[in-house]
């Protein structure tokens, strides 16, 4: 028991860590914000590598380890761009998908077509590449390094996937195609009504018997 709880408790710290990494980036204490992001980038890794090798994987786990990254990322991207340290095109960028993508959920619960948690594959390189730019932008500061080529390109490609993914869930939750939309039992089918007395289903043609 102690083990199948301890991916979730590594995933809740995340969580817990991310207004204490806000606070470090608002008041320009970057090296700490840098090296606390790298832990929970770790910790990400971790737990899920201890999800999977004991085999101990949850429902609670596969809901709250995206929320934890996707806060984590929110509030890590918003509080750059206040900061001016990042192109605060990009942020609201990231913000309104993130936004959409969220409304579109609570939406399909309303109105009874649950949506499945399984990410698309350019939703997967987007969080890679929003990772891997917050830490490049973190380390530039810290580190002081000049500035990098990389981080405009970068940018575009973190533009682009979200953009791109956006889109894709978008088109998928409007469509009701792919598995981003889970159809419930109610509309999969439905049994024809039966007769009661002669238990068969209404409108079925009898066999007729011989003359």
């Given amino acids: 028991m102690l ?47 201890i999800a999977k090798r004991f085999r101990v994987e949850s429902e609670l786990g596969s809901y709250l380890d995206p929320i934890a990254d996707k806060v984590m990322l929110v509030g890590v991207y918003v509080t750059l761009g206040v900061q001016s340290y990042i192109a605060l095109w990009l942020v609201i960028l990231i913000v309104f998908r993130d936004v959409l993508i969220v409304g579109g959920t609570v939406l399909s619960q309303l109105i009874d077509r649950p949506v499945k948690m399984q990410p698309l594959f350019i939703s997967k390189v987007n969080t890679v590449a929003q990772i891997v730019l917050a830490a490049g932008v973190l380390a530039e500061l810290t580190f002081e390094f000049a500035d990098m080529p990389v981080i405009t390109a970068l940018e575009y490609l973190v533009a682009v996937t979200t953009v791109t993914s956006g889109t894709c869930y978008l088109y998928m939750w409007v469509t009701g195609r792919g598995a981003f939309i889970d159809v419930p039992p109610s509309l999969q089918n439905p049994p024809s009504p039966q007769d009661p007395t002669t238990n068969r289903v209404v409108g079925e043609e009898q066999p007729r018997g011989r003359a």
């Fill in 3 to 49: 083990l199948s709880s301890i991916p979730n408790l590594i995933t809740l710290g995340r969580l817990i860590a991310v207004p204490l990494m806000v606070w470090l980036i608002a008041t320009d204490a970057l090296s700490a914000a840098f090296w606390l992001f790298v832990a929970a980038g770790i910790s990400d890794g971790v737990d899920g590598f």
